[in-house]
């Protein structure tokens, strides 16, 4: 199997085992060749809550993956529980060219990548991932102590699919994501509101103008989303309704499903090009954010301080 360098935001019950954890994207100038494409600049608020994070080497990469993984460790050491950290080799880890989410070249191939993912999900680095040593450990391990490990590392059971496959949320595996310390309930609080506020920025009456104009053109070609947030919003929505449960669609539901995503994603971006969508929408979410960040300055210093605090 392999790991992806992704994104540093993750939710729970789903998220990846430790060992396969998603990362930021890299900026450009990374080694090896060929060259990651450049981000975004991040917003004030993506910066305090560890979202502005960016590597751009295989050391800063594996490094990062060291410092969660001895948190998680530690975590499991508090409850009585050996765990061994996973952590890639530098000379393991590559970066894998490919179509970047977001792109022209990723648009027309796979739309949002929901129904029709890339292969990987992209461009991203990546690495070879071997046995889990703590996996190993849970089989020698009685039915019951199993049950105690996985609680520990994943949390309780939130969710039953109709397949058997089963949702966690919380316990040692989201520590790295969250505050340490004294205040960390908290802090945890300081961290869901910001994460909330990013959630529905797209819904501030700032942004009516130039949404108005995207909106046009995509009534223009047919479709009646109010901005690029709700388009894909929309076929999130759908696929969730679709597989809930655990149950999968035929075939011939997900080529469907698959064909209207992209031609959908296809006319967002050809609309946000058209209408010059993308910098004034995003000067104003530069705003919002340092609004947020002004009237907040101490929690959320506070919040970044125990984000990075290091395991105990």
């Not at 910066?47 to 960016?54: F, P, R």
């Not at 909330?196 to 797209?202: G, K, T, V």
């Not at 479709?223 to 919003?233: C, G, H, I, L, N």
């Not at 539901?253 to 971006?269: H, I, S, T, Y």
Request: hydrophobic residues 40%; negative net charge.
């Amino acid at each position: 199997m392999r790991s992806r360098v992704l994104s540093a935001c993750t939710n729970g019950g789903d998220e990846p085992k430790p060992d396969d954890r998603a990362l930021p994207a890299p900026t450009q100038g990374a080694t090896p060749t060929p060259t990651p494409p450049p981000r975004p600049e991040p917003g004030p608020l993506d910066a305090y809550l560890g979202l502005a994070e960016v590597f751009e080497s295989p050391e800063e990469i594996a490094a990062y993956v060291a410092g969660r993984e001895n948190v998680v460790a530690t975590c499991m050491a508090e409850q009585g529980f050996d765990y061994t950290p996973v952590v890639p080799k530098v000379d393991e880890i590559e970066y894998i060219d490919g179509p970047t989410p977001g792109t022209r070249e990723f648009v027309d191939q796979y739309g949002y990548g929901l129904w029709r993912p890339a292969p990987g999900g992209g461009a991203g680095y990546m690495w070879s991932r071997g046995s889990n040593p703590n996996f190993d450990r849970v089989e020698t391990m009685s039915e019951a102590e199993g049950e105690a490990y996985e609680l520990a590392l994943w949390g309780p059971v939130t969710e039953v699919g109709a397949d058997g496959s089963v949702g966690r949320d919380g316990g040692c595996s989201e520590q790295p994501d969250s505050p340490r310390g004294a205040d960390a309930a908290w802090l945890i609080g300081v961290q869901e509101e910001a994460i909330a506020f990013l959630a529905a920025l797209d819904q501030d009456t700032r942004f009516v103008e130039v949404d108005a104009a995207w909106a046009s053109c995509m009534a223009d070609v047919g479709f009646a989303e109010r901005s690029p947030a709700a388009a894909e919003q929309r076929i999130w929505d759908d696929y969730q309704a679709l597989v809930a449960g655990g149950t999968w669609p035929e075939n011939d539901v997900v080529a469907e499903r698959a064909d209207e995503e992209r031609r959908l994603a296809v006319a967002d971006m050809d609309c946000r090009e058209a209408t010059d969508w993308t910098a004034p929408h995003r000067a104003i979410e530069i705003t919002l954010q340092q609004e947020y960040v002004d009237a907040h300055r101490a929690d959320l210093e506070a919040l970044a301080a125990a984000l990075t605090a290091p395991a105990s």
